[in-house]
Nanobody, 116 residues
Framework: QLQLAESGGGLVQSGGSLRLSCAVS????????IGWFRQAPGKEREGISC????????YYSDSVKGRFTISRDRARDTYYLQMDSLKPEDTAVYYC?????????WGRGTQVTVSS
């Protein structure tokens, strides 16, 4: 069964960095898209980045462009979100997600808190 598991969240000061990981098990996503989303308290879940498993092409929302970098390690079936120059408004629960055969698969999320 396909499962996604995020890790790497934590508390960091403004301007700091974190690297989130999304470990995939039960299925190879080499030809699928993996996305990173986040949800801040009281706000809707927001898509911030994604990467194509087939050609490695990437997308970033305006809110994170130039500060976050998405990458993948095919051998480890793990996807990463490197977050630099973090701001207090980046505070949220971060999730990875994919869609396989029309079904959404989400991880449980990892909390990122950026203090000012």
């Amino acid at each position: 069964q396909l499962q996604l598991a995020e890790s790497g969240g934590g508390l960091v000061q403004s301007g700091g960095s974190l690297r989130l990981s999304c470990a995939v098990s039960g299925f190879s996503l080499n030809y699928y898209v993996i996305g990173w989303f986040r949800q801040a308290p009281g706000k809707e879940r927001e898509g911030i980045s994604c990467i194509s498993g087939s050609d490695g092409s990437t997308y970033y929302s305006d809110s994170v462009k130039g500060r976050f970098t998405i990458s993948r390690d095919r051998a480890r079936d793990t996807y990463y979100l490197q977050m630099d120059s973090l701001k207090p408004e980046d505070t949220a629960v971060y999730y990875c997600k994919t869609i396989v055969a029309g079904r959404d698969y989400w991880g449980r999320g990892t909390q990122v808190t950026v203090s000012s």
